[in-house]
């Protein structure tokens, strides 16, 4: 491919280039932008500063470290993802006699093979051999990072590892968590040892010395020191080229991604399109694992705010762990689609079930009950951990083949969305199919939504279980929110003759119109559910 090249000149006040994919913003200073370049696909960032020639060299200065090294002219000083070197003027007389090349470094012994393994995290399974010698740099995948990770929550150089045949240190280089050596924030230069585990974001790397009979990892390549003729020049270039991240086809549909790459996972069939985005059934490619991987519309995130709001709800929810909430693996951003990897669970959704009721399946109380019983366990440990679902529809709510246990799924989306472009562009038909399961007051503009919001939608969810149909309807979302706030929703016994008065008394006062009538803890609801299932032989 043909390329041209920008040269850019900055003056006496100074030059600011930053870099973010495919857009370089140029400016006089960090907070002044001047100029922006978009869909450029950058190959090499070079830049050549003259320094005077009787400077023997230069101290360079490097976050986290107490002692500068010194730029000489010489072999290039390798500096995170960058080469930098040092060249003597170009004398003006007749030209001396060509300098012999340095003497190859004679060998010592072998030092052990090293190697980083990723054991929690996006990219689970993936390992990053280690040079004998040298630094590398870790950081976010599609930047200039010799490990790079997919991993929201890692900045584009999180940390740089300093490394020896009898060493390897690491350094703190940016990233507002920081890093952390076996579960320690480091505030210095910090050894990481062998069986050590490095935490940057939310990925675990250990390190961990060969042989490796369990994958044949090829060494990285040797840093690439650049040096040329002309006068006293320093010159910084990347000493490698990222591949560029995949991308779709234009105009390549949501529902068509069946077979490419996103992150470490291979897309596989789709399982269900929703009005946000598409979920398929995907793999590890590392490690097999099956995993559920919901893709969201490219028209999301539509600015820099919106991803923000993206990564911080997602890094809250992906620690989470309960047996009645499905598992978040990770997220990330894979050409224009943002993705959230979650455990993959063999079985169907309520919203199934509810529409099976309503096609004239004999309705069940007790598999009502029970399902109640799984989301207010697992509610009670959420609210515990003060987190709020504050989205909780028969879509999101799945039940497990085999034991029929119910898992709660979609932690922390609908605080992602709220606000932005997609869902303002959905929300009629998305208000039309959810509404009917949100408390009141989450119709109602700027009102404080809390733990009593997901115990009101427990009950819409047992009331459309029993019955075969939500405990407000309509042809329009305003019809659907006028029934809502009347609060008049009929008996579940009055629709399902079966259903005992104390279920009855139970689903009732979750959806209460006011908040004060309802159950005020998920505990307290366990305390009346839990007895009504066992003296009925409900499993639960």
């Keep these: 491919m043909a390329t041209r090249t920008v040269v850019i000149e900055g003056g006496p006040d100074g030059l600011h280039l930053a870099l973010a994919g495919e857009t370089l913003s140029v400016g ?12 450029l696909r950058v190959v090499r960032v070079r830049c050549e500063v003259e320094v005077d020639e009787d400077r023997p060299g230069l101290p360079v200065e ?29 004398p003006t007389a007749a030209p001396s006699a060509p300098v012999a090349p340095p003497p190859a470094p004679v060998p010592g012994p072998a030092a052990a093979a090293r ?62 968590n920081g890093t952390l050596v076996d579960g320690r924030k480091i505030s210095g230069p910090h050894a990481l040892a062998v069986g050590g585990v490095l935490r940057v974001g939310n990925s675990h790397l250990r390190l961990e010395a060969g042989p490796f009979p369990d994958e044949d990892v090829p060494p990285p390549p040797k840093p690439v020191s650049v040096r040329g003729p002309g006068s006293a020049v320093m010159r910084a270039v990347a000493a490698d080229t990222p591949a560029p ?64 709001q993206f990564a911080e709800e997602l890094q809250a929810a992906q620690g989470v762990r309960h047996p009645h909430l499905v598992a978040l693996f990770g997220a990330g951003r894979t050409g224009p689609h943002c993705w959230v990897a979650r455990e993959y669970v063999e079985g169907e959704s309520a919203a199934a079930v509810v529409a099976r009721i309503a096609g004239g399946e004999k309705p069940s109380w007790t598999r009502a009950a029970r399902v109640a019983v799984h989301l207010a366990r697992a509610l009670d440990f959420l609210h515990g951990q003060r987190l709020v679902h504050a989205n909780i529809t028969p879509k999101n709510v799945l039940i497990q083949a085999g034991d029929h246990v119910t898992r709660l799924t979609d932690l922390g989306l609908g605080e992602v969305l709220r606000g932005s472009r997609l869902q303002k562009a959905v929300q009629e038909k998305k208000l039309l199919a959810e509404l009917p399961y949100l408390a009141p007051e989450q119709a109602e503009p700027g009102a404080f939504v809390d733990n009593l919001a997901d115990l009101y939608a427990v009950g819409a969810l047992a009331y459309a279980l029993t019955t075969g149909r939500p405990p ?51 505990g307290r609801l366990l305390a009346d559910l839990e007895p009504l299932a066992a003296g009925h032989d409900v499993k639960v």
Excluded: W
Aim: aromatic share 6%.
């Design 28 to 39: 006089g200073a960090p907070g002044r932008v001047e100029g922006v370049f978009r869909d």
């Design 62 to 90: 490097e976050p986290g470290v107490i002692a500068p090294r010194v730029l000489e002219p010489g072999p290039g000083l390798p500096l995170g993802h960058l080469v930098l070197s040092l060249t003597s003027a170009t």
């Design 115 to 176: 190697r980083l393994k990723v054991t929690d995290g996006g990219d689970q399974g993936r390992s990053f051999r280690l040079p004998d010698s040298g630094t590398l740099t870790v950081g976010k995948t599609g930047g200039h990072a010799d490990v790079g990770l997919h991993d929201l929550y890692v900045s584009r150089i999180h940390c740089m590892l300093q490394i020896t045949p009898d060493a390897v240190t690491v350094v703190h280089v940016e990233g507002a």
């Design 245 to 308: 991240s995949p991308k779709p086809p234009k105009g390549d549909p949501i529902e068509t991604l069946e077979g490419s790459t996103f992150g470490p996972y291979r897309v596989g069939k789709l399982l269900g399109r929703g009005f946000v985005g598409a979920v398929y059934q995907a793999a590890n490619a590392a490690t097999g694992q099956a995993i559920a991987l919901k893709v969201l519309a490219a028209e999301f995130p539509a600015s820099q705010v919106e991803l923000e």
């Design 472 to 522: 407000a309807a309509g042809a329009t979302a305003a019809e659907v929110l006028e029934q809502v706030k009347a609060g008049r929703v009929p008996k579940p016994s009055l629709i399902y003759k079966k259903c005992p008065a104390t279920f009855d008394a139970i689903v009732m006062k979750l959806l209460a119109r006011r908040q004060e009538d309802r159950y005020q803890t998920a």
